[in-house]
């Protein structure tokens, strides 16, 4: 009977003993599920967070991009205008000739105090409105039904003597369009800010930008102004008609007022909200860089962030209790490789997909079509930029106006975004001031002092500005720190240059240009030090010693095309090299004068 007894207390041990082993092991991976699924949800929010900013970030890069060229374009006409003051019907030219420069602006005008001119009445508005595949049309818009004075992009910058950027209006008597405009503080001979002049930016273009991609189908973006006015939002009927405040002024989770505020303050940040379905989302604010006071937001939808991973944590939970022990290791390791794949690919994408952003709107703004000229026979042009990384600060630009070509090349100190950026800005500012200006001295020290104004990191660009007459051969030019340009033809010579320091270090500095005639036949080689500082395996560069002798061979062997020199000169650099990484950006330009 004791025996009877012993064993059945034995069983009993044995059956606790198993039941607690595995409510253990169930309690253990339940926990190991509750883990995973918590360092699951942990990384998609941190990806979906990398994500947002990224897109944010590429928008707001783009965007500044957009109004920065803007503003450089009407400061550099500014002065033009000032110069003009005492002849009113003058400024219709300046007007017309920022109207068709820049394809972002659909109108331009200027809105002078009242009665500053006795001939033209109070209200004095030159305006000229540019429309695509149309020449532009010049009028006079101000007067009683159309008081300018009153308008925030008059007053404003009248009363701060500052440039600004305008709240988005619809604009019924210039450019009868949603428009923002840039307006800047024009000055008689005493310093008295007598007119503005504005540039008008169309709206149109916004929605397509911010809204050409999304992080999943439900996110949408949105964008508002400094006051709050919707300017990009999923419901089209609200945009210009509604603020943020008034289209969220009912829900019940009072975050979304913090959000207002901050966003419309220029603050950036990320916070979730509960809407009044219950449904919560996840937004991300960042101000757009710059003047104009705009507000730009990501908002994702919880529910579907986090879809896929409710699925995936249901399925788990089932195979985990089909194999307790397996399933727990499997999962712990699972969960520490899936954190640092996640973190590893989510920063990847995040910085591949900026520098290739980038880099198709730095090679977007370089000539690329040869030969770009067909149908002339008095000149040959090819050029070729090979970066070091995937943006770079190297140059080049050439166009024909007057029967004159206007030509760059340059070199911005630093590598990377930094450079790439300073290299997008000198290139709109050679075509702004170039556009009106002749003189390639002139046209640096135009450059020089834009860009030492806005130089706050201290960057420079060495440059070669050329303006060469297609009629005659001459060829005056300026050269400010650059490399030497060599001119190939019955021989090799290096084209004299005088001491220049690059564009952005001193804004006083006096460039000086000359003058050459270049013979027909010959080829004006232009090159950054990429060319000369390319190095092979054992540290050697290739140098000007290189350089010159194959010059001398191309003149030896009759090659004097553009495209032939620069295939010729890649090559023995290839050579030269030999498969060692590049340092350096490369570009050659070569011009030849037929």
């Given at each position: 009977?004791?025996e009877?007894?012993?064993?059945?207390?034995?069983?009993?041990?044995?059956?606790?003993?198993?039941?607690?082993?595995?409510?253990?092991?169930?309690?253990?991976?339940?926990?190991?599920a509750?883990?995973?699924?918590w360092?699951?949800?942990?990384?998609?929010?941190?990806?979906?967070?990398?994500?947002?900013?990224?897109?944010?970030?590429?928008?707001?890069?783009?965007?500044?991009?957009?109004?920065?060229?803007?503003?450089?374009?009407v400061?550099?006409?500014?002065?033009?205008?000032?110069?003009?003051?005492?002849?009113?019907?003058?400024?219709?030219?300046?007007?017309h000739?920022?109207?068709?420069?820049?394809?972002?602006?659909?109108?331009?005008?200027?809105?002078?105090?009242?009665?500053?001119?006795?001939?033209?009445?109070?209200?004095?508005?030159?305006?000229?409105?540019?429309?695509?595949?149309?020449?532009?049309?010049?009028?006079?818009?101000?007067?009683?039904?159309?008081d300018?004075?009153q308008?925030?992009?008059?007053?404003?910058?009248?009363?701060?003597?500052k440039?600004?950027?305008?709240?988005?209006?619809?604009?019924?008597?210039?450019?009868?369009?949603?428009?923002?405009?840039?307006?800047?503080?024009?000055?008689?001979?005493?310093?008295?800010?007598?007119?503005?002049?504005?540039?008008?930016?169309?709206?149109?273009?916004?929605?397509?930008l911010?809204?050409?991609?999304?992080?999943?189908?439900?996110?949408?973006?949105?964008?508002?102004?400094?006051?709050?006015?919707?300017?990009?939002?999923?419901?089209?009927?609200?945009?210009?008609?509604?603020?943020?405040?008034?289209?969220?002024?009912?829900?019940?989770?009072?975050?979304?007022?913090?959000?207002?505020?901050?966003?419309?303050?220029?603050?950036?940040?990320?916070?979730?909200?509960?809407?009044?379905?219950?449904?919560?989302?996840?937004?991300?604010?960042?101000?757009?860089?710059?003047?104009?006071?705009?507000?730009?937001?990501?908002?994702?939808?919880?529910?579907?962030?986090?879809?896929?991973?409710?699925?995936?944590g249901?399925?788990?939970?089932?195979?985990?209790?089909?194999?307790?022990?397996?399933?727990?290791?499997?999962?712990?390791?699972?969960?520490?490789?899936?954190?640092?794949?996640?973190?590893?690919?989510?920063?990847?994408?995040?910085?591949?997909?900026?520098?290739?952003?980038?880099?198709?709107?730095?090679?977007?703004?370089?000539?690329?079509?040869?030969p770009?000229?067909?149908?002339?026979?008095?000149?040959?042009?090819?050029?070729?930029?090979?970066?070091a990384?995937?943006?770079?600060?190297?140059?080049?630009?050439?166009?024909?106006?007057?029967?004159?070509?206007?030509?760059?090349?340059?070199?911005?100190?630093?590598?990377?975004?930094?450079?790439?950026?300073?290299?997008?800005?000198?290139?709109?500012?050679?075509?702004?001031?170039?556009?009106?200006?002749?003189?390639?001295?002139?046209?640096?020290q135009?450059?020089?002092?834009?860009?030492?104004?806005?130089?706050?990191?201290?960057?420079?660009?060495t440059?070669?500005?050329?303006?060469?007459?297609?009629?005659?051969?001459?060829?005056?030019?300026?050269?400010?720190?650059?490399?030497?340009?060599?001119?190939?033809?019955?021989?090799?010579?290096?084209?004299?240059?005088?001491?220049?320091?690059?564009?952005?270090?001193?804004?006083?500095?006096?460039?000086?240009?000359?003058?050459?005639?270049?013979?027909?036949?010959?080829?004006?080689?232009?090159?950054?030090?990429?060319?000369?500082?390319?190095?092979?395996?054992?540290?050697?560069?290739?140098?000007?010693?290189?350089?010159?002798?194959?010059?001398?061979?191309?003149?030896?062997?009759?090659?004097?095309?553009?495209?032939?020199i620069?295939?010729?000169?890649?090559?023995?650099?290839?050579?030269?090299?030999?498969?060692?990484?590049?340092?350096?950006?490369?570009?050659?330009?070569?011009?030849?004068?037929?």
């Open positions: 009977m004791e009877l007894n012993s064993k059945s207390w034995l069983k009993s041990l044995q059956s606790k003993s198993s039941l607690a082993i595995l409510i253990t092991a169930a309690v253990l991976i339940e926990l190991t509750a883990i995973q699924y360092y699951a949800r942990k990384g998609i929010r941190e990806e979906v967070e990398q994500r947002a900013k990224s897109e944010l970030k590429v928008v707001n890069l783009e965007i500044q991009n957009i109004m920065t060229a803007v503003e450089v374009a400061k550099n006409h500014a002065w033009e205008a000032e110069q003009m003051l005492a002849q009113p019907d003058s400024m219709y030219g300046v007007l000739r920022l109207a068709e420069q820049n394809k972002q602006i659909i109108g331009a005008g200027i809105t002078f105090i009242p009665n500053y001119y006795a001939t033209k009445g109070y209200w004095f508005e030159p305006y000229v409105k540019a429309e695509k595949g149309k020449p532009a049309v010049a009028s006079q818009i101000g007067g009683e039904n159309h300018y004075t308008s925030e992009f008059f007053s404003v910058p009248m009363k701060s003597g440039s600004y950027w305008s709240e988005p209006y619809l604009d019924k008597d210039g450019a009868h369009d949603i428009v923002t405009t840039y307006g800047y503080p024009l000055r008689d001979k005493t310093g008295r800010v007598v007119a503005i002049l504005g540039a008008d930016v169309s709206l149109d273009w916004l929605d397509g911010i809204n050409a991609s999304h992080i999943y189908p439900s996110s949408y973006n949105m964008m508002i102004s400094r006051t709050g006015q919707l300017m990009v939002c999923p419901e089209e009927s609200l945009v210009m008609r509604r603020t943020i405040q008034d289209v969220t002024a009912g829900m019940k989770d009072t975050t979304v007022r913090s959000i207002n505020q901050n966003m419309m303050n220029g603050v950036s940040g990320q916070t979730s909200v509960v809407d009044d379905k219950g449904e919560k989302n996840y937004v991300f604010y960042s101000p757009i860089k710059g003047d104009t006071g705009w507000s730009m937001a990501v908002v994702c939808s919880d529910k579907e962030i986090f879809r896929g991973l409710r699925q995936v249901f399925n788990l939970l089932l195979l985990m209790l089909a194999g307790l022990a397996l399933m727990g290791y499997i999962i712990v390791r699972s969960v520490r490789n899936f954190n640092k794949l996640q973190t590893i690919n989510a920063e990847k994408e995040r910085i591949g997909s900026e520098l290739r952003i980038a880099n198709r709107i730095q090679m977007g703004m370089l000539p690329k079509i040869f770009p000229y067909p149908d002339r026979n008095d000149v040959e042009i090819f050029a070729s930029l090979i970066p990384k995937e943006v770079g600060g190297d140059l080049y630009d050439f166009y024909i106006r007057d029967e004159k070509l206007f030509f760059c090349i340059g070199d911005v100190s630093g590598k990377g975004v930094p450079a790439s950026l300073v290299m997008a800005v000198s290139r709109s500012l050679f075509r702004t001031v170039s556009g009106h200006e002749t003189d390639p001295s002139r046209i640096v135009h450059m020089n002092e834009a860009m030492t104004d806005m130089n706050e990191t201290n960057m420079f660009v440059l070669f500005v050329g303006v060469l007459d297609l009629k005659d051969g001459q060829l005056h030019y300026c050269n400010a720190g650059h490399c030497e340009p060599l001119l190939i033809g019955s021989e090799v010579e290096k084209l004299s240059t005088d001491t220049n320091i690059p564009a952005g270090v001193l804004g006083d500095w006096n460039y000086n240009a000359q003058t050459i005639d270049i013979k027909t036949q010959t080829a004006i080689f232009l090159y950054t030090d990429g060319l000369t500082e390319a190095k092979n395996a054992e540290n050697d560069m290739f140098g000007n010693k290189r350089l010159l002798s194959v010059a001398e061979e191309l003149t030896e062997d009759g090659i004097s095309m553009p495209e032939q620069i295939h010729h000169m890649s090559e023995a650099v290839e050579s030269f090299v030999n498969g060692y990484e590049q340092s350096d950006d490369l570009t050659m330009l070569a011009i030849k004068y037929i």
